[in-house]
């Protein structure tokens, strides 16, 4: 039987798989700095035949095993770059060190999501060495900082390199963290910075001035009582707000402030509108400055300037959208065949923080979901790791859905 045959072939591939995506985790790739990274995919590309490989301006690198024509075509989609390993004293290695421990890979990225890239990568030449030419196009694409600047690299890649490719996917498949479940969505994730605005004065005669970080206390106390008011929703729970960094300027002990300002972390659902965000956040500043003649206060959306490790420069807001794909969407179903060929029974789930899928999903209008052997307790964390059963199961699993979205005729 194929699917007998599939899981045959990766487990025989277990140790290659195992290598390259030790080789990849060994590699550093902070967010633009994936270069290093980037070559070792392209080329590991080529060595497994895929009929072209492309990397394009920004950097990503996509592999395309081109279809017959006839049916719909698949995108495997992961980031190349890792968040920062923060105190390397509390890691019992290097970050950048590999080593397999009680049946799993370590190392910084290993969870999200250098294995599964290097699953992803490996897996679509064995549905043509299980099934032959495929009907629709198969593609995989490693983009670039998802880490630091969501929607730079997967922004160039839809916009640009696929449309320039000739290429369309029905049903992109996300390699953030699942454990092997099929993630349907996530809530949106947008990055506010709220200041408030005083007087400079010498701190030895504080009356002269307007203490910016006096005036962000009663903005703190409304931000929290708006925490607790915010909706929920049956799958992906409650939208949530919460001030995650406080800074003043000009920073110095003998000077009293003249701004501060609030870094604010909001996920929010899709029946929630920007323009309704922003609107509370303004409407708790329009409270406190009726209380207080002498408050200033001012919100926006935080956007970041980033340059890629090929030297393009884009400015980016600090903003991904929500989803939701339908577990009766005909490719999950098809997603969801493809699994169960193979003997597993994945649950529906979504992820607690956000991914690149809010792009695809609610920009693109691409329906999106997730699958990877990583897990999401270990992302950003010092232990971050891998289950190699997981990591070689996972390689049957992109497979069985690149199959069932891609061979399945009309």
């Known amino acids: 039987m194929p699917h007998a045959r599939l899981l045959e072939l990766a487990s025989a591939r277990r140790s ?7 080789d990849l985790i060994r590699t550093p790739s902070p967010s633009g ?6 070559e070792q995919i392209a080329e590991r590309i080529r060595l497994l035949g895929y009929d072209e490989v492309v990397t394009d301006e920004v950097g990503n690198v996509v592999g395309v095993i081109r279809g017959r024509g006839r049916g719909a075509s698949v995108l495997l989609c992961a980031h190349m770059d890792t968040g920062d390993p923060g105190d390397p004293e509390l890691w019992d290695r290097p970050p950048y060190e590999t080593a397999e421990q009680a049946g799993c890979l370590l190392g910084l990225g290993a969870s999200d999501s250098k294995a599964a ?3 992803q990568i490996e897996a679509l030449p064995l549905v043509r060495e299980v099934w032959g030419p495929p009907s ?3 593609v995989v694409a490693a983009v670039v900082m998802a880490e630091r600047a ?4 997967i922004a160039h890649l839809f916009d640009r390199t696929l449309p320039a490719l000739h290429l369309k996917p029905g049903l992109v498949v996300m390699g953030d963290p699942t454990g092997l479940d099929l993630y349907l969505g996530q809530r949106g994730r947008l990055e ?4 408030t605005i005083g007087r400079t004065s010498h701190a030895s005669a504080p009356w002269l001035g307007i203490n910016a970080a006096y005036k962000m206390v009663p903005v703190i106390e409304e931000l929290h009582a708006l925490s607790q008011t915010l909706p929920s929703h049956p799958f992906l729970e409650k939208s949530t707000i919460a001030v995650t960094n406080l800074a003043c300027t000009p920073a110095r002990y003998s000077i009293i402030p003249d701004r501060c300002i609030a870094s604010i972390d909001r996920r929010y659902l899709p029946n929630e509108s920007l323009d309704t965000i922003i609107m509370q956040v303004q409407s708790l500043i329009n409270r406190v400055a009726s209380r207080d003649p002498e408050f200033k206060g001012e919100a926006r959306v935080r956007t970041v300037t980033e340059t890629a490790y090929t030297g393009v420069t884009k ?3 600090k903003l991904l959208a929500p989803f939701v794909t339908s577990e009766r969407d005909p490719l999950v179903a098809k997603a969801v065949g493809g699994l169960e060929a193979l003997g597993d029974s994945p649950r529906f789930d979504k992820w ?16 999106t979901v997730g699958y990877s052997p990583g897990e999401e307790k270990y992302s950003h964390t010092p232990y971050d790791r891998v289950d190699l059963s997981k990591l070689e199961r996972s390689v049957a699993g992109y497979a069985a859905i690149a199959r069932a979205i891609a061979l399945d005729e009309e």
Do not use: H, K, N, W
Not at 192 to 195: H, I, K, M, Q, S
Not at 352 to 367: K, L, M, N
């Open 192 to 195: 506010l910075e709220l200041a």
């Open 150 to 153: 969501e929607g730079f690299g």
């Open 315 to 317: 400015e980016v807001p």
């Open 117 to 119: 890239l290097a699953a």
């Open 16 to 22: 290659e798989v195992v290598r390259f995506a030790s």
């Open 352 to 367: 607690s923080f956000s991914t690149e899928g809010g792009y695809t999903a609610s920009v693109i209008g691409v329906p």
């Open 136 to 138: 629709g196009d198969l």
């Open 33 to 38: 700095e994936e270069g290093a990274v980037a």
